[in-house]
């Protein structure tokens, strides 16, 4: 695909828009052997030779993002020690290492999110961020008003308080009845603890949104690469979000005056990984 020469520097890594068109002007770039001082001039980084100071551009691995209608009875991992089948038997013909971007149970099905984008990953699944999943549910019983309204609140489960949640009725059948639960944390089985808390056993769990994606009609057990539109919604409710966190930690600095004596500094510790530690463990099985 052509692409302006000053966006295939920039993607390359090695410097900004801005500069790499100062360089174009400088007469520092060459494609295909002849230099170009033309900024609107379009390459296409797959079959031309681009050139900066007369050093080839870093290859960069592009960036994958596909969704994958998981059924019920695959692992949501990319491999499994007891040897069940994985979303991986899903994702023939995927030829970039990609990662999934959260968990669904063995018996749920639906949307789930693959990335090669390790920061992106991170992101959309940091609790911070308050990224929002919808589930639609098929429960034992009818669920009542007061019900729907402390699921709403939040319910205490072992690991606490669950935050607030958007539950809606879908419909009832004669013993049974479909909801819609908008959730932003992802504790492990969490919307079935919450259910369960309120006395109605879950019976069927699709997710069927995931912050700006859809499910739509993508058939069971297939998959499908996001549209650059679903991936540029992506990385702009990504960056939102880490824009909102930076502004409140910006804010809460600026208002709250310590009401404590600050303790002594502490050592510096070592940073930890910036991964998670599942997304860093499947990192490392995937490269071994
Ligand atoms: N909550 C659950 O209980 N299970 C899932 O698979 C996803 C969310």
Avoid: C
Wanted: aromatic share 4%; charged share 30%.
């Amino acid at each position: 695909m052509e692409t302006r020469l000053q966006k295939v520097i920039a993607d390359s890594g090695l410097v900004s828009r801005r500069k790499a068109e100062e360089w174009i002007a400088q007469g520092r770039v060459t494609v295909n052997g002849r230099v170009v001082r033309e900024l609107g001039t379009k390459v296409d980084p797959e079959k031309d030779h681009v050139k900066v100071d007369g050093r080839h551009l870093k290859e960069v691995p592009p960036q994958v993002f596909l969704m994958l209608n998981k059924p019920k009875g695959y692992m949501s991992s990319l491999s499994d020690p007891a040897g069940r089948p994985t979303i991986t038997d899903l994702l023939v013909g995927v030829g970039l290492r990609v990662f999934p971007v959260g968990r669904l149970d063995y018996d749920s099905e639906g949307l789930m999110l693959l990335t090669n984008q390790g920061e992106i990953a991170q992101a959309l699944l940091h609790p911070r961020y308050h990224v929002a999943k919808t589930y639609l549910i098929k429960v034992k019983g009818v669920l009542t008003d007061e019900e729907i309204g402390a699921l709403e609140k939040g319910v205490e489960l072992e690991d606490g308080l669950t935050g607030p949640a958007v539950v809606k009725k879908i419909r009832k059948a004669k013993e049974n009845s479909w909801v819609e639960i908008t959730i932003h944390e992802g504790r492990k089985h969490q919307v079935k603890r919450m259910l369960e808390t309120v006395g109605h056993p879950v019976i069927k769990l699709t997710r069927v949104r995931f912050g700006s994606l859809s499910l739509a009609d993508l058939p069971r057990g297939h998959y499908r690469y996001l549209t650059d539109r679903e991936a540029n919604q992506l990385r702009a409710l990504v960056r939102s979000r880490q824009e909102a966190v930076a502004a409140s930690h910006a804010s809460s600095r600026r208002v709250a005056p310590p009401t404590r004596p600050t303790p002594p500094a502490r050592p510096a510790r070592p940073a930890r990984s910036a991964r998670p530690a599942r997304w860093a463990k499947l990192s490392r099985r995937r490269s071994a």
